[in-house]
């Protein structure tokens, strides 16, 4: 791992989780929790495979993750946080809504993970109708599903199916995130693809705003 050689904290910071991939192995470990191996390949499409053991060992030497051998049946080695690792989740949770107008643009070979956009919308979404009932919304992108959980002025965003959704899109991931988000109105998403079912009602209690035409 190469130093700034900086007796700077941002600096020192950057020693540790700036070179590439480093982050994003910590994003996929603070979003997924302890992972194998396979699970944070899978999650971070385009590494090297020794670039990938590589970034793991200078993150265990360094302290922010830590290995850990799972019990029967699954027999296998887990990764995961460790507390000064845990440490770094206000920082991705800055990036990702720091990051969020980036993604109005979405270029063809872009990759795309489920889990990716329910850490972004989970950072971003707000309840504006904390006194209504808790509701379900499923989204549908193309990779896994996902639930947005609204209840009590919090939201919850992760990867599964809703059990009684009450409103669902499909289609890409781009309108559906600018339909969210209030970049895009209902009709313009619909024009770009998305399947809307459901009560429109519902998208207003946790939509960005103000819209903006498509």
Not at 37 to 50: E, H, S, V
Request: hydrophobic share 40%.
């Amino acid at each position: 791992m190469r130093s700034y050689e900086e007796y700077c904290a941002v600096a020192k910071s950057l020693d540790v989780v700036g070179d590439r991939w480093t982050l994003l192995i910590v994003r996929e470990l603070a979003l997924r929790g302890p992972s194998r191996y396979t699970d944070l390949r899978n999650g971070l499409p385009g590494i090297a495979t020794n670039l990938l053991a590589d970034r793991l060992r200078e993150l265990e030497r360094a302290g922010v993750v830590a290995r850990e051998d799972a019990p029967p049946p699954i027999a296998t080695t887990l990764f995961h946080l460790t507390p000064r690792g845990e440490e770094l989740r206000p920082v991705l949770d800055s990036l990702f809504r720091w990051g969020l107008p980036l993604m109005s643009e979405q270029q063809p070979n872009d990759a795309v993970r489920s889990h990716w956009l329910a850490g972004a919308l989970e950072q971003t979404l707000t309840d504006h109708s904390p006194g209504q009932p808790p509701i379900e919304i499923e989204l549908r992108p193309g990779d896994q599903p996902i639930v947005i959980q609204i209840s009590d002025g919090a939201i919850r965003a992760s990867v599964g199916a809703a059990s009684d959704p009450a409103a669902t899109l499909t289609g890409e991931p781009r309108p559906i995130m600018g339909l969210l988000l209030g970049l895009l109105e209902l009709e313009a998403a619909q024009a770009a693809g998305v399947h809307f079912d459901g009560d429109p009602k519902v998208l207003e209690r946790i939509r960005g705003g103000p819209p903006v035409a498509a």
